[in-house]
């Protein structure tokens, strides 16, 4: 099972940038998709997340209406299109992958820097 992101990088403050997860090893359009990004000294926190038919999404508060997030079920892939973007969005933005109830299946990707400055 891997989930690799890519797309992150140094942006100056209002623009944009597009983070991609890319899945393998197992049933990517079963999944929920999420997003979670960690600031330094911080704790890691949801940034949105998609349906595994990707008709539902939902974001926090803090980036309503600047990102948004989609998936590709025929490319395995997930998608984080960030725009207006602020020094405090500047954290290591992370994928994750989960299905099931009784058994829960978990995977996470290992992070993209994405830092917001001038």
């Known amino acids: 099972v891997q989930l690799v992101e890519s797309g992150g990088g140094l942006v100056q403050p209002g623009g944009s940038l597009r983070l991609s997860c890319a899945a393998s090893?197992?049933?990517?359009?079963?999944?929920?998709m999420s997003w979670y990004r960690q600031a330094p000294g911080k704790e890691r926190e949801l940034v949105a997340v998609?349906?595994?038919?990707?008709?539902?999404?939902n974001y926090a508060d803090s980036v309503k209406g600047r990102f948004t997030i989609s998936r590709d079920n025929a490319k395995n892939t997930v998608y984080l299109q960030m725009n207006s973007l602020k020094p405090e969005d500047t954290a290591v933005y992370y994928c994750?992958?989960?299905?099931?109830?009784?058994?829960?299946?978990?995977?996470w990707g290992q992070g993209t820097q994405v830092t917001v400055s001038s």
């Open positions: 994750r992958g989960s299905a099931g109830s009784v058994v829960v299946y978990d995977y």
């Open positions: 090893g197992f049933t990517f359009s079963k999944y929920v």
């Open positions: 998609i349906s595994s038919t990707g008709g539902s999404t």
